[in-house]
Nanobody, 120 residues
């Protein structure tokens, strides 16, 4: 079983910054990709940023230039630095990992979610 534990959410004023962290633990062979999704009230969950083991990084257009995703492969961790936050960034943010298991099969895991609220 693989667990993803997130931290770093909270309340911040518009223009402020937050840093999200997520660490994977459990039994697995490797992590192919890690990223962040978010879900605002009444909206579908959307991909925010993803980082693959091959070095590819992608962002949703609405956060380009403001959010930065990074990984620490030694710690099986992913981070998201969020700057110039806007009220529309308010959502529950979920860590996501595509993991290769010891069997060679891959599976997708989710964190429990962390609330980010941008409000004055």
């Amino acid at each position: 079983q693989v667990q993803l534990v997130e931290s770093g959410g909270g309340l911040v004023q518009p223009g402020g910054s937050l840093r999200l962290s997520c660490a994977a633990s459990g039994s697995f062979f490797s992590i192919n990709a890690m990223g962040w999704y978010r879900q605002a009230p009444g909206k579908e969950r959307e991909l925010v940023a993803v980082s693959t083991s091959g070095g590819s990084i992608n962002y949703v257009d609405s956060v380009k230039g403001r959010f930065t995703i990074s990984r620490d492969n030694a710690k099986n961790a992913v981070y998201q630095q969020m700057n110039s936050l806007k009220p529309e960034d308010t959502a529950v943010y979920y860590c996501n990992a595509r993991v290769v298991l010891a069997t060679g099969r891959w599976s997708v895991y989710w964190g429990q979610g962390t609330q980010v609220t941008v409000s004055s």
